[in-house]
């Protein structure tokens, strides 16, 4: 999403936030938090625990990331993480790194949540990777648009347990975040 857009989103996002759903700062997870994540049988999940993301978002030395927690009624429903970085011209963008939600009433409050510290901070952009159809109709809702000028990358998995291996080829993936950093994935 580009600085246009950005401005317009703004806008209408000040009028659409989902209803009961508050986001907050956080620099601990607690250790006992379930991720959320859509129950999509078709989906391949990471299995991703608090301490997992708790060293891969926030205790990461070489990325500072912002993480925020979305919560419904006093229960963590969803996450985003995202860090500052700039362009080639030296304008602040915002990367979404990683998000988990339960819904895409959830994940719709999370990008809202992303754009609108994009706009504040004057960020030039803000990017995201999205490989799962029904995540790109939540994000095209939210505004955005497929780039122009980055291709994306190409990830894949193998195994050598033939039916595990059928299940990920007939899976529909989502990628939040590739970074040539090896810790960072």
């Known amino acids: 999403m580009r600085n246009g857009g950005l401005a317009l989103r703004r806008l209408a996002l000040r009028r659409h936030r989902p209803r009961g759903l508050t986001l907050e700062n956080t620099t601990q997870l607690d250790p006992a938090l379930a991720v959320p994540d859509t129950l999509d049988p078709a989906s391949v999940h990471l299995r991703r625990d608090s301490s997992y993301l708790q060293q891969r ?8 990331l912002v993480v925020r927690v979305a919560r419904r009624e ?54 995201l ?9 939540v994000a095209a809702r939210a ?31 989502g990628l939040t975040d590739a970074s040539d950093d090896s810790d960072a994935l």
């Open 74 to 127: 006093g229960k963590v429903v969803g996450l985003i993480a995202w860090a500052m970085e700039t362009d080639d011209k030296g304008r602040p963008e915002l990367h979404v790194i990683d998000w988990h939600h339960d819904n895409d009433a959830t994940l719709m409050g999370l990008l809202h949540d992303a754009v609108r510290e994009a706009a504040a901070r004057r960020c030039s952009c803000v990017r």
């Open 143 to 173: 505004g955005f648009l497929p780039s122009r000028d980055d291709e994306g990358r190409l990830c894949g998995v193998q195994s050598r347990d033939p039916a595990l291996a059928r299940r990920l080829a007939k899976a529909r993936w």
């Open 129 to 137: 990777n999205l490989q799962d159809s029904a995540t790109q109709r």
């Open 57 to 64: 978002l926030l205790g990461n030395p070489r990325r500072s």
